[in-house]
């Protein structure tokens, strides 16, 4: 069991938690993830270690579906079955001058740790955050404490700029501070609008992509991704790839494939939540006592 030391929500369905594991914390670098269940009849999901220290690790988390709101269901005390890695190949942090680092939605926790190692690597940083609206926009703090600009885009214009992250992007290119680097992270549409903008200007860019995993160890073949024609296992291969590279089409059509299932969970899980004598600890650990 792995305890959680402190959990505290970042925006409405995005929670930060803290969890006691000593062993991962002092073994992992920017860029990887843990697979976590729950439960022990609990799925088992990824998540990027947003940060560590001696003995915490660092997640957020963003209530999709049934695992990630279950989860987040969770406090300071309760404690999580299982957390394995790290996992996936760390970051590639090199100096390239000016780094771009965009962050779409809950993509900004998992861009956070590798913008903080190529800072670290001397690079002038700049980051475009861009969200829905105003309350979904995650980490803009913590990303002005190192980053040399922080730019943040609206879909709704509710704060910073309204428009699309591509649009901050593109004013970068054009400004005297043109990115030796692109990375991106975020929902697929947006990483593939990203690959679309810096392909023309021939920018290195490179995306973490979320491929549905199960192992995490390049054995069940559940998180194959088509780059450069290969196909590759992005919790070893990955999770970072050259963006110019990914096929996107395939890695949308197979995040869709459980759709169905994954949503009829959901609405059994939501069902459970509007029940008046349901308790959290007992779904979070089904077959222990009740409190
Ligand atoms: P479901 O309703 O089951 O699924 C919702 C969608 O999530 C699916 O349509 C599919 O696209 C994706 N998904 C479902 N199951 C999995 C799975 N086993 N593995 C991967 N994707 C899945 N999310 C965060 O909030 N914070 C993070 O730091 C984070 N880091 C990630 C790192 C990696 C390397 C990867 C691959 C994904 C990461 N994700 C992260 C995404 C997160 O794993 C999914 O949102 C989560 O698994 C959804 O589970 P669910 O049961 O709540 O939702
Ligand atoms: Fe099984 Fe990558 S998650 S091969
Ligand atoms: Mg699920």
Redesign the pocket.
């Given at each position: 069991m792995y305890r959680i030391i402190e959990a505290s929500w970042l925006a409405p369905e995005?929670k930060r938690f803290r969890l006691e594991a000593p062993e991962i914390a002092r073994k992992q670098r920017a860029g990887q993830?843990v697979?976590i269940r729950v439960h022990e009849q609990g799925?088992?999901?990824?998540?990027?270690?947003?940060a560590s220290d001696e003995r915490t690790i660092t997640?957020?988390?963003?209530?999709?579906?049934?695992?990630?709101?279950?989860?987040n269901q969770l406090e300071a005390g309760d404690a999580v079955r299982d957390v394995v890695g790290p996992?996936?190949k760390p970051s590639d942090i090199h100096y390239y001058g000016t780094v771009a680092v965009i962050g779409g939605g809950?993509g900004t926790?998992?861009a956070y740790p590798t913008a903080r190692a190529f800072k670290f690597a001397g690079n002038r940083v700049v980051a475009i955050l861009g969200a829905r609206t105003r309350d979904l926009l995650i980490l803009e703090a913590e990303m002005r404490e190192f980053c040399d600009e922080v730019h943040v885009t609206t879909d709704d214009g509710s704060y910073g700029v309204k428009g699309l992250v591509t649009d901050s992007l593109q004013a970068v290119i054009a400004s005297d501070n043109r990115p030796g680097l692109v990375l991106a992270i975020g929902p697929i549409p947006m990483m593939r609008a990203v690959a679309e903008t810096t392909r023309p200007h021939g920018i290195k860019t490179v995306v973490?992509?979320?491929?549905?995993?199960?192992d995490g160890t390049g054995m069940c073949g559940?998180?194959r991704v088509q780059v450069a024609g290969r196909s590759q296992f992005?919790?070893v291969d990955?999770?970072e790839f050259d963006a110019h590279a990914v096929d996107f089409k395939i890695l949308a059509a197979r995040?869709?494939?459980?759709?169905e299932?994954?949503?009829r969970?959901?609405a059994e899980f939501n069902a459970q939540r509007l029940d008046p004598h349901h308790c959290r600890l007992t779904e979070a650990h089904p077959g222990s006592p009740p409190p």
């Open positions: 995005v993830f697979i799925e088992r999901i990824p998540l990027t270690i947003a997640l957020i988390v963003q209530g999709l579906g049934k695992t990630t709101r279950l989860l996992l996936g809950v926790a998992i973490s992509l979320n491929p549905i995993m199960v559940g998180c992005a919790c990955g999770p995040n869709a494939m459980y759709r299932a994954e949503q969970s959901l």
